[in-house]
């Protein structure tokens, strides 16, 4: 792409197999597009490295709009930081007891550990009634006490939830004050304004899970403008929200809890506009990804929304968000043969490192891009994204044959295409979470936002 003095805008996403770029060049309208293996240990070095290899500098940028799955990940790998709660006394057990839901309805046994651990979640004197009364104003000495042993306990960030603090949010203010004066990092999160509303769990648990993401969203984001910023990078930095939207890097490191379908929710708003653009009204999109599949209905040309979502049994994030399903597996996941002679595919995926059998870097376990491969679906002459000169059709050949044939009694052509086709028999849930009837779906254009799910819906 010839950059000269124009102005070019950025975007990028970020999945857990590939790193992908859009470039647009708003001077002439060009555009190019580009893909890298995703640097899991530090996304935004993959992004740095894409950047500059098409570039080969930032000075002519304007806009970086980045969407991330740093904070989707972090929540589904309990990979946060160490995170605390001061409450209401008689409230910190909240976060645990939930709606008094459980993991699986009908079975025996079923457990739920909160982000923040039981000692981690202090209590103080204060009660505000839910007219906003407040019946005992709260003691900044006391809430000064418990973020010091929260501290000693080792600590990174702090939430402050207090009952019915969105009738009248003085006490918790106040507590805040107390905290954030002895508090030695930004990461301290205040429940009135995260989510000033009613509803007790749903305000602590969206509360609580921004506190556990802002040390690692925070640092990934300073990170990312830093080394934007040492390569040339005069222009702003955008982060997609769960709502379509987008915000700065200050405010995603504040409220990173809105970052939590960031990725996804930019590729739903992309299709509704394209959409809109040639009249098209409803729409079925759908996004094949490495390691899941993810599925969006846009209606009389807009994308559905929620109010809240559910990351992970027990993360209840309570923002308005795009409407996202995810109904599947993805090209990067693995596919096995369970203890009852089953076939499944994932939810395990072989990610870019070491990826599929076919990119000849260590895994021997077939995925549904191997599957694709043995098929003819994909030239293993030209390969895209993965790095790689030429795919390793053989090596992909034997391990369906050894994994998946050889359990289920079928050669290596049909069990290609039973990995194929077992992803596939989910799709037709849509008609269970979507608003319309089933009889409207068939009728509806399916939009398909990447490759993969052309290949996965040719012939079927």
Not at 127 to 148: F, I, K, N, S, Y
Request: hydrophobic content about 40%; overall charge negative; charged content about 20%.
């Amino acid at each position: 792409m010839n950059t000269g003095t124009a102005q070019i805008v950025v975007g990028v996403d970020v999945g857990g197999t590939f790193t992908d770029f859009f470039f647009l060049n708003e001077a002439d309208g060009s555009c190019d597009v580009f893909k890298v293996p995703t640097t899991r240990d530090d996304q935004s070095r993959g992004i740095q490295q894409g950047i500059s290899r098409v570039l080969g500098g930032l000075g002519g940028v304007a806009t970086v709009i980045h969407g991330t799955t740093v904070a989707t990940n972090a929540l589904l790998e309990r990979q946060g930081a160490r995170t605390g709660l001061i409450t209401t006394r008689g409230f910190r057990d909240v976060l645990e007891m939930r709606r008094r839901d459980r993991p699986d309805t009908w079975g025996l046994w079923g457990t739920f550990i909160p982000l923040i651990p039981r000692d981690f979640r202090l209590e103080v004197d204060e009660r505000v009634l839910a007219d906003g009364t407040v019946l005992r104003p709260v003691e900044p000495g006391q809430v000064t006490r418990a973020a010091q042993q929260l501290l000693d306990q080792g600590a990174e960030s702090v939430c402050v939830f207090f009952i019915n603090a969105y009738a009248n949010d003085h006490n918790e203010r106040r507590a805040v004050e107390a905290v954030r004066a002895i508090w030695p990092n930004p990461h301290v999160t205040a429940a009135y304004e995260i989510l000033p509303e009613i509803r007790e769990f749903e305000r602590a648990s969206t509360a609580s899970l921004n506190a556990y993401l802002q040390p690692v969203v925070g640092e990934y984001l300073e990170r990312l403008e830093r080394g934007l910023r040492g390569d040339g990078l005069n222009g702003n930095i955008l982060i997609v929200q769960s709502n379509g939207g987008v915000m700065t890097i200050d405010t995603a490191c504040r409220l990173p809890v809105r970052t939590a379908l960031s990725g996804p929710a930019a590729g739903v708003i992309a299709s509704a506009h394209i959409a809109r653009s040639v009249g098209i009204e409803n729409l079925i999109t759908c996004d094949m990804g490495g390691t899941s599949f993810d599925v969006s209905v846009i209606a009389e040309g807009r994308s559905e929304m929620v109010p809240q979502a559910q990351i992970d049994f027990g993360m209840i994030i309570r923002t308005p968000m795009v409407e996202i399903n995810t109904i599947g597996a993805g090209g990067g996941s693995i596919a096995w043969i369970d203890a009852g002679g089953l076939l499944q595919v994932g939810p395990e995926s072989a990610g870019s490192d070491p990826g599929p059998v076919c990119y000849a870097q260590g895994n021997v376990h077939p995925t549904v891009t191997d599957a694709n491969l043995v098929l003819g679906r994909i030239n293993a002459q030209q390969p895209i994204g993965g790095g790689q000169a030429a795919l390793d059709v053989e090596s992909a050949r034997l391990a369906i044959q050894r994994e998946i044939g050889e359990p289920l009694g079928l050669e290596p052509m049909a069990a290609a295409e039973a990995v194929i086709r077992l992803p596939t028999q989910k799709w037709p849930v849509l008609s269970g979470w979507s608003r319309w009837s089933a009889d409207t779906i068939p009728k509806t254009l399916l939009r398909c936002r990447s490759a993969a799910v052309a290949r996965c819906t040719w012939g079927h």
